[in-house]
């Protein structure tokens, strides 16, 4: 009988990496808390046609990536390919939009149906933040601030921030034209997938990883020269914002974006650590979308990034140590030890909240519930006997060297009523 096995791109993880995810995820929840955002829980399912209007119909993750299905009431849903669309929805639907400033910020799985690699599958995993009501160039400055601070606490570096504009629907609309002229001009040298995009999505060819059409896009114009003066000095002011803060920056005037309601400003934090897939946090303005999907116009600017991706660098550069694995493991020797260490166990959980301690179950001799102990990472062993259980005290053993490197201290015996004062520097030494 062949064993069952995870669908390709529905990835496991496991201890120890959760660990890993735990403290990422405590790390970005004290990020987004020093700004201002409070967090919002989406659904993992939503109606096809959100994705679609929002996105856009020619895109690649509309076209061929979304896990669509029709329900028993005939409906078109879908695995929600990313989190902006969503949180616009949620924000329409419980008027929190209208008139107001909302700070939000989301974490989850996303789902694409795209080739599994290194860093991307398809069930993947996002955080996100989203800023509502705010137009000028200093809510993208904060945005950009609060994503740098995210990737400096958790210890990731050798990343560099890429900026740009795409400024109104109209400076789009006349860019368009005048990139899709050009390209005509240069179509026979242009990659199939891009010759593909040339009429339905022109900007999408900017992003093409084909090192033929990036020789012709050399010489194509681009979206900062065709910039109305209010984009010209949205954007100009950003980058004064950012000098000013001391985070570094280049403008990359190729710089699109894969979505169809981005506006003005867009950026990317991007590293040559991960291969082709290099981008780790993205996002920009999407001033259009609330309106496009029926609310009042609302100024609206965000990013997203995966966690997948931050997790890979996080292991790669060592940036963020996971807790370890419990403080303490207690042996227990016969039945009446093992009732009294359960109960013990409680009390010492009530006296520290912090306190990581696993009780052995399953039985077992010393020398066996040792070795679990030390497959567990515990620093301390303490052993509940008879002889222990009857004088109310319990042996310590400390599993690992001291800080210095040196010899485990000898092992000890205290009164359970010294245990809570002598436990925390028991801990650390």
Request: charged share 25%; aromatic share 6%.
């Amino acid at each position: 009988m062949n064993r069952f096995q995870s669908v390709r791109g529905f990835n496991d993880v496991l201890p120890p990496d959760t660990a890993l995810w735990q403290q990422l995820h405590a790390v970005a929840a004290r990020s987004f808390a020093a700004y201002g955002y409070g967090e919002i829980r989406l659904p993992l399912l939503e109606h096809t046609s959100l994705f679609a209007r929002s996105i856009g119909e020619v895109t690649d993750i509309v076209e061929k990536e979304m896990f669509s299905f029709q329900d028993r009431e005939g409906d078109s849903l879908t695995l929600r390919p990313e989190g902006t669309a969503s949180c616009v929805r949620a924000g329409l639907e419980h008027g929190l939009l209208h008139n107001q400033q909302q700070r939000l910020w989301y974490a989850g799985p996303m789902f694409r149906h795209e080739r599994p690699q290194a860093g991307r599958y398809r069930q993947f995993h996002q955080l996100g933040a989203e800023a509502y009501g705010m137009a000028g160039p200093d809510i993208d400055l904060e945005i950009i601030a609060l994503s740098a601070r995210l990737l400096r606490g958790l210890g990731i570096g050798g990343v560099r921030l890429e900026l740009n504009s795409l400024g109104t629907a109209e400076t789009r609309e006349r860019y368009r034209a005048a990139l899709v002229a050009f390209l005509e001009r240069h179509a026979d040298a242009l990659d199939a997938e891009s010759q593909r995009r040339l009429h339905r999505n022109p900007l999408r060819v900017l992003d093409s990883k084909s090192p033929q059409t990036q020789d012709v896009l050399r010489e194509a114009p681009t979206i900062v020269d065709a910039l109305d003066a209010d984009s010209r000095a949205h954007f100009e002011a950003l980058q004064q914002g950012l000098a000013d803060l001391e985070i570094a920056f280049t403008v990359n005037p190729r710089l699109v974006r894969g979505l169809d309601y981005y506006s003005r400003t867009v950026f990317e934090w991007i590293t040559d650590q991960l291969g082709a897939q290099g981008t780790v946090l993205a996002g920009g303005r999407y001033d259009g979308l609330v309106e496009q999907l029926g609310g009042s116009p609302t100024p609206a600017v965000g990013w997203a990034c995966g966690v997948e991706r931050l997790i890979l660098l996080m292991k790669s550069q060592g940036g963020v140590t996971p807790e370890p694995g419990a403080h303490v493991y207690l042996c227990a020797l016969g039945d009446e030890a093992g009732r009294a260490a359960r109960r013990l166990a409680e009390q010492w959980r009530d006296t520290w909240p912090q306190l990581r301690l696993i009780v052995n179950a399953g039985g077992g001799k010393l020398a066996a519930q040792l070795k679990r102990a030390d497959r567990s990472g515990a620093q301390l062993a303490l052993i509940l006997g008879e002889a222990e259980l009857a004088d109310r005290s319990i042996q310590v053993k400390s599993l690992r060297a001291d800080a210095s490197g040196g010899a485990s201290p000898p092992q000890q015996t205290l009164a359970w009523a010294e245990l809570p004062a002598r436990l925390g520097g028991l801990l650390e030494s």
